[in-house]
Nanobody
Framework: QVQLVESGGGLVQPGGSLRLSCSTSGIFFAMYIMNWFRQAPGKQRELVATIRSDGRTTSDDSVKGRFTISRDNASNTFYLQMNSLKPEDTAVYYC?????????WGQGTQVTVSS
């Protein structure tokens, strides 16, 4: 049974930082591509960043240079370090893995950037 559990969201002022964590179980973590998505009110869910099994990463242009995705295969956990946060980064953030063409999602964690 695949489970993803996020933590680390919250309220932060513009320019601040947050670190999201996603703890996983039910997969051979080291083999999988892991993703962070976000969904703002009234908008579609969008892909924020991806990390492959070999550690290569990609990210959306809107977060390049500010957000960093990383993984720790020893603890089956991956992360999203978010710096220089902007109000437009406000959203529910979800971690994701696709296993055998099935998407699995965490419960979501709210990130609010506001003064």
């Amino acid at each position: 049974q695949v489970q993803l559990v996020e933590s680390g969201g919250g309220l932060v002022q513009p320019g601040g930082s947050l670190r999201l964590s996603c703890s996983t179980s039910g997969i051979f973590f080291a083999m999988y591509i892991m993703n962070w998505f976000r969904q703002a009110p009234g908008k579609q869910r969008e892909l924020v960043a991806t990390i492959r099994s070999d550690g290569r990463t990609t990210s959306d242009d809107s977060v390049k240079g500010r957000f960093t995705i990383s993984r720790d295969n020893a603890s089956n956990t991956f992360y999203l370090q978010m710096n220089s946060l902007k109000p437009e980064d406000t959203a529910v953030y979800y971690c994701n893995v696709n296993k055998y063409d099935i998407n699995y999602w965490g419960q979501g964690t709210q990130v609010t950037v506001s003064s």
